[in-house]
């Protein structure tokens, strides 16, 4: 399967903790995009990283990828309740115009 | 920015009938929609791919007689599931991509369809 893998599968933090999410994928790869839902909603881009980039910040975001190994990871800094949803990494399949999800980390950000 | 407005956000049938759900692009041109089914607390799973004026592209597994996706233009794609069975009850999510680019994925808010 090209679907990418996320850990952890769940992760519960208090608020202005960080929150650290990792995702492994199979293929070569373009570039890399990190979604969140809120629960029963659609998905939100939040970042997209290139396969030459190492780093890349958007505010309270910061994603990390290591085309070596195949992963990238998200940090969400000083995390707050509002915070709370699934985020997804995604990658390109199908010639490049598919955008398959990797399995998701569940994200609770409590008081 | 681009949004994609997807109808209806709920729905409750019954089994044997068929049921409709909408997906407008509002203010730009979807050259290609994809509708995904997501189960509780899983990811995003492809069903479809349509390009608008051409028949859908189906991913293995998904019964294209089951669901029918119809782009018939840039601005609307629509998905049917037909004879509905307790079993097709999910959360069903469309994403529209307009021209050039290699992200731009724009979302709908999905439609949580629930088989009696």
């Known amino acids: 399967s090209q679907q990418g893998e996320e850990d952890p599968q769940a992760l519960s933090i208090q608020e202005g903790e960080n929150a650290t999410m990792n995702c492994s994928y199979k293929?070569?790869?373009?570039?890399l995009q990190w979604y969140r839902q809120n629960s029963g909603r659609g998905l939100v881009h939040l970042i997209l990283i290139r396969s030459n980039e190492r780093e890349k910040h958007s505010g309270r975001l910061r994603v990390t990828l290591d085309t070596s190994k195949k992963s990238s990871s998200l940090l969400i800094t000083a995390s707050r309740a509002a915070d709370t949803a699934s985020y997804f990494c995604a990658i390109l399949t199908g010639g490049g115009n598919k955008l398959t999800f990797g399995t998701g980390t569940q994200l609770k950000v409590e008081l | 920015g681009a949004v994609v407005s997807q109808h209806p956000s709920r729905v409750i049938c019954k089994s044997g009938t068929s049921v409709k759900i909408e997906c407008r692009s509002l203010?730009?041109?979807?050259?290609?929609m994809f509708w995904y089914r997501q189960f509780p607390k899983q990811s995003l799973m492809l069903m479809a791919t349509?390009?608008?004026?051409?028949?859908?592209?189906?991913e293995q597994g998904v019964e294209k007689d089951k669901f029918l996706i119809n782009h018939a233009s840039l601005t609307l794609s629509t998905l049917t599931v037909t004879s509905a069975h307790p079993e097709d009850s999910s959360f069903y999510i469309c994403?529209?991509?307009?021209?050039?680019?290699?992200?731009?994925?724009?979302f709908g808010s999905g439609t949580r369809l629930t088989v009696v």
């Open positions: 994403s529209a991509r307009g021209r050039g680019g290699n992200y731009g994925y724009t």
């Open positions: 349509s390009n608008e004026g051409s028949k859908a592209t189906y």
């Open positions: 293929t070569s790869i373009n570039n």
């Open positions: 203010d730009f041109q979807a050259t290609t």
